[in-house]
């Protein structure tokens, strides 16, 4: 563990951490070797996250340079940050992150204009650059974070798809869990159950006690919890992801006993079957305009989120089980009753973390981010709600601070709970009469919205037709300009607080507009005329994206009236359910909206009845969907591949031993390379060089397969077999071109330097490799080809895909050297 800084003075009585920073600071003043190492100016409307600050010294020279349009995420360890925070005024360009509490997915809300434009640049501190004790391999590692991050940024934020199927469901969004706020408030406590295996050893307890305590249940667990016999309070789902459904559908077993809760977007065939009440988190529809006072539950889990709602409810004393934030010593990551521990399913581990019994516990990445947001969470909620007391019941668990360990056998509950199903029923009804109330109320609420899009969209429209035409006539040039700046203003007001709402909708319409620019004034003609265009055509674009979705709305407000009209053929329903995938709506339609009764259509349409049956039966109770997927992963030999590559970083052996159990009662046709290469790993691991040398070669005899020649490489050269560390390579070139530069040095290293230059100049991603292009550039100056070294220099000098002061760096240790 990280102890707090040591502070010292350097000889220019610049303030340093201990171990924090480079020695060269200590007879050097920092921003002499900034200017080398930084630069005098950094790349105009960036947004730079640097890794390191070398004890606050690069923060301070990066505030001096800073311009208008640049933005910095400074990230360090956490003692670091700590001491920052508390002793040194932070520049508002700047943000703070300790490393475990940063991933780059943050900056699509924090960041999302630098995003879209894909202005962000990873920068290293000098503490980084040199690779210090407590910095080594971070650059590596963020650069191959930062670079998955720029490839997934636009597939992984589609907010169209987010905010479209958030509207398909306002029909269900009907009472805000607002109007139950504070009602659970007194002495009887809450257990937020997640499907982590520290559920196994609750169930008995939560089976004796149920009656005594508040139970907040994620939906994927329901069908465990119906099995044995525990009934939950409140069930909450918020993935909107289709395959949830096949993860939740036991939870309308529970619909006549427990209340369900969903996020905003939640995937609509799983509550429009829902016959019980329901409620909502969040808001009804994307845009701020007009919405309700409604609480806003934080993620990125659904057992976070349940914490927040159970405190919003106003449980006091909370207990957590099955949320452990971590997998068991043994690998284990799901509770014994999930399809995915029936199957033998097992995640990766990306990390670790600590337990409360003080053992190093593995985690993967999603559940070490949900370990940090729950103790944000926690201290967030705890400074409103005061009095909040958390405890984990699994001793497993990964530490969260503020929550401490609690034993089920000390707890001592004696205050039975009321039922929240019949004491909710009026603020939560869903009787006929209601639902005409609030179609009415949505009906007029669209009217609103539709107005007010209407005048975004038809604004937008002009505005999109004076730009076109802006600087055509010189004469009236002036008189345009002010007509375009006016519309511009009319619309920001129209828009207002939604301003980024249509930037999510409507991003690739913006892409333009959200370059930084100081003024209208200081912009050239064709900056203003892509700006402007931007903005009018991203509002156009989202408004009437909008408005096509109102449409939607409508139309499915009118067949909600139908379904309570008693003119409606009931056969027609049917089918109408049958179409829509959602057979369930008959049961919520005689729960809700009939007057007659199950029997009375069974005897006058019972091949109607019938059908709908059946098909809810097979809906609720077909289990292929998830069999399917997780069968299909298990014969990947891919999927056993990379459980092998993960423990063998994390040298770990259990885990790998475990996969070379299960590959050898699978087909050897299909799995026996991937079991020599998992034995060839654990040799490794054991320091038998030559055993696990002789396993790979055996595994991959014709060098075929890239997975193996990964780790066979490294270790041919650790033994001195260079030459089959160079075929091995040679063959890894045309799997993977980033292996091109260590093949190249590779042969310099072992005398071949002309075949090392021709490995270079063949690279295709050498004009986008700033350390290749340095390489290269040595080796011309090694065989005295000054020509081509100038010629290469001269296209990198100013290519804004290289980093122009690492190279000019080079340049000048060159020009001192000679």
């Not at 040199?130 to 974070?145: A, H, I, K, P, V």
């Not at 490839?151 to 992984?156: H, L, S, Y």
């Not at 008995?204 to 309070?233: M, Y």
């Amino acid at each position: 563990m990280m102890q707090t800084p040591q502070i010292a003075l350097t000889e220019f009585n610049e303030t340093v951490l201990e171990s924090y920073f480079p020695d060269v600071f200590q007879h050097t003043l920092s921003q002499t070797i900034y200017k080398n190492f930084v630069g005098l100016s950094l790349p105009e409307d960036k947004l730079f996250v640097v890794l390191g600050t070398d004890s606050g010294l690069l923060a301070d020279y990066l505030s001096q340079i800073a311009t208008p349009g640049q933005r910095f995420i400074l990230l360090d360890h956490a003692p670091v940050i700590e001491w920052l925070k508390q002793n040194k005024e932070i520049n508002p360009k700047m943000e703070l992150y300790a490393f475990n509490d940063f991933n780059f997915e943050v900056l699509y809300e924090t960041h999302q204009d630098y995003v879209i434009r894909n202005a962000i640049i990873l920068l290293k501190s000098l503490v980084v650059d040199r690779e210090m004790d407590l910095y080594q391999g971070l650059f590596r590692r963020y650069e191959e974070q930062f670079q998955r991050f720029r490839i997934d940024r636009v597939d992984n934020r589609d907010f169209k798809k987010v905010f479209d199927q958030q509207l398909e469901n306002v029909c269900d969004l009907v009472h805000p869990l607002q109007v139950i706020k504070d009602r659970l408030k007194g002495e009887v406590p809450g257990i937020i159950l997640g499907g982590g295996p520290s559920l196994d050893q609750i169930i008995p307890w939560l089976k004796v006690n149920q009656n005594k305590v508040w139970i907040f249940a994620a939906s994927r667990i329901c069908k465990r919890l119906l099995k044995e016999g525990i009934t939950p309070d409140f069930i909450a789902s918020l993935d909107p992801q289709p395959l949830i459904f096949e993860y939740s559908k036991e939870m309308y077993q529970f619909a006549d006993q427990s209340i369900l809760i969903t996020g905003e977007h939640p995937y609509p065939r799983l509550i429009q079957q829902w016959k019980g009440l329901k409620t909502y988190t969040r808001r009804r529809f994307p845009w701020a305009k007009g919405s309700e006072d409604n609480f806003i539950s934080d993620g990125p889990t659904v057992t976070n989120a349940m914490f927040g709602m159970a405190v919003y409810l106003g449980v006091s004393n909370l207990y957590l089980a099955g949320v452990d934030f971590c997998f068991t010593l043994d690998g284990v990551c799901h509770e014994s009753g999930s399809i995915e521990s029936q199957m033998g399913i097992r995640d990766y581990f990306d990390t670790q973390a600590i337990n409360y019994r003080g053992e190093k516990v593995g985690t993967n990445i999603q559940l070490y981010d949900a370990r940090n947001l729950f103790e944000e969470q926690f201290a967030k909620l705890s400074k409103t709600w005061t009095g909040l007391q958390a405890h984990n019941l699994n001793s497993g668990a990964a530490v969260v601070n503020g929550i401490d360990y609690q034993s089920i056998e000390s707890l001592d509950l004696s205050v039975d709970k009321f039922d929240v199903v019949d004491v909710f029923k009026s603020e939560l009804q869903d009787s006929i009469e209601s639902q005409k109330q609030f179609l009415k109320f949505l009906t007029a609420e669209l009217n609103r919205a539709k107005i007010w899009l209407e005048q975004i969209a038809n604004k937008a429209k002009t505005g999109v037709h004076l730009t076109s035409i802006l600087f055509k006539d010189v004469k009236k040039q002036p008189e345009r300009i002010n007509e375009v700046l006016k519309i511009k203003q009319q619309l920001e007001n129209y828009v207002g607080v939604d301003y980024q709402t249509m930037v999510n909708y409507a991003y690739v319409d913006f892409m333009e507009t959200l370059q930084p620019v100081e003024s209208e004034e200081a912009m050239s003609q064709q900056e203003m005329t892509n700006a402007l265009m931007g903005f009018f055509g991203g509002l156009q674009k989202g408004s009437e994206g909008f408005l096509e979705r109102i449409l939607s709305i409508r139309n499915e407000i009118n067949f909600r009236k139908s379904e309570m009209d008693s003119s409606t053929h009931f056969p027609e329903l049917a089918q109408q359910w049958l179409n829509k995938g959602v057979p369930g709506r008959f049961y919520v339609w005689l729960e809700s909206i009939d007057e007659h009764g199950y029997e009375y259509y069974l005897s006058k349409f019972p091949n109607e009845v019938k059908e709908l049956e059946s098909a809810y039966e097979e809906l609720v109770h077909d289990e292929r969907k998830l069999k399917t997927r997780f069968e299909s992963r298990l014969s990947d030999p891919q999927e056993y591949v990379l459980q092998v590559v993960k423990a063998f970083e994390q040298k770990m052996f259990h885990p790998i031993e475990k996969v070379i159990r299960q590959l050898q009662s699978l087909p050897k046709e299909h799995f026996q390379a991937v079991k020599l290469f998992a034995e060839g790993t654990l040799f490794e691991l054991q320091n038998h060089p030559e055993q696990a040398l002789e396993k790979y070669l055996e595994a991959d005899p014709e060098k075929t397969k890239a997975y193996v020649l990964q780790r066979l490489f490294p270790l041919a050269f650790t033994l001195s077999k260079y030459d089959l560390a160079l075929e091995t390579l040679e063959v890894l070139c045309r799997y993977d071109k980033r292996y091109m530069p260590i093949f190249a040095d590779s042969l310099a290293l072992l005398g071949n330097v002309d075949g090392a230059i021709q490995t270079y100049q063949a690279y295709p991603l050498l004009k986008q490799d700033t350390n290749a292009v340095i390489s290269l550039l040595k080796l011309y100056v090694q065989v005295g080809l000054v020509d081509l070294a100038n010629t290469l220099l001269s296209e990198a000098e100013g290519s804004p895909l290289l980093d122009q002061q690492k190279l000019q760096s080079f340049v000048d240790d060159l020009n001192t050297s000679s």
